[in-house]
C-alpha cells in the first residue's frame, strides 16, 4: 500500500509541483537577489560619482582661492611698486627743485659779487653820477 501511494499519479504530480514552485520560489529570489544588488550597485555609482562631483568642486574652490590669491599678491606687488616709484619720483624733483634753487642762489650771489666789484671798480653806472652843471635861470 505504502508503495501503491508512492508508485501513484496524483502523488508524482504533487511531488513535481512541488519541485515547480520550490523552483519557481527559488527562480524569484534569485531575481529579487539581483534587482537588490543592481539598485545598491547603481547606489554605489551614484554616491561615487556624487563623492567624485564634491572632490572635483573643492579642487576648483581651491583653484579659484588660490587664483585669488595670486591676483591679490600681484596687485599688492604692483601697488607697492608704484609706490616706490612714486616716492623715488618725489625724492628726485626734490632733488632737482634743491639743486634749480642753489644754483638760482648761485647765480644772485654771482650777480651781487659781480654789482661789488662794479661798484668797486666804478663801471656801468655803479654809482651815482652827480651834476656839477650850473643852472641859470
Avoid: H, T
Amino acid at each position: 500500500m505504502v508503495q501503491e501511494a508512492l508508485d501513484s499519479e496524483e502523488l508524482r504530480r504533487e511531488v513535481d509541483r512541488k519541485l515547480q514552485e520550490g523552483r519557481k520560489r527559488i527562480a524569484e529570489e534569485v531575481a529579487r537577489q539581483m534587482e537588490k544588488e543592481k539598485e545598491q550597485a547603481a547606489l554605489e555609482a551614484q554616491r561615487k560619482e556624487d563623492a567624485a562631483r564634491r572632490q572635483e568642486e573643492q579642487l576648483q574652490k581651491i583653484r579659484e582661492e588660490n587664483q585669488r590669491k595670486i591676483e591679490e599678491s600681484l596687485r599688492k606687488a604692483a601697488e607697492e611698486q608704484a609706490r616706490r616709484e612714486e616716492e623715488r619720483y618725489r625724492e628726485l624733483e626734490m632733488l632737482r627743485q634743491k639743486k634749480e634753487e642753489e644754483l638760482k642762489m648761485k647765480k644772485l650771489q654771482e650777480e651781487q659779487e659781480r654789482l661789488e666789484q662794479m661798484k668797486i671798480l666804478g663801471k656801468k653806472n655803479a654809482r651815482p653820477k652827480l651834476s656839477f652843471a650850473l643852472v641859470s635861470k
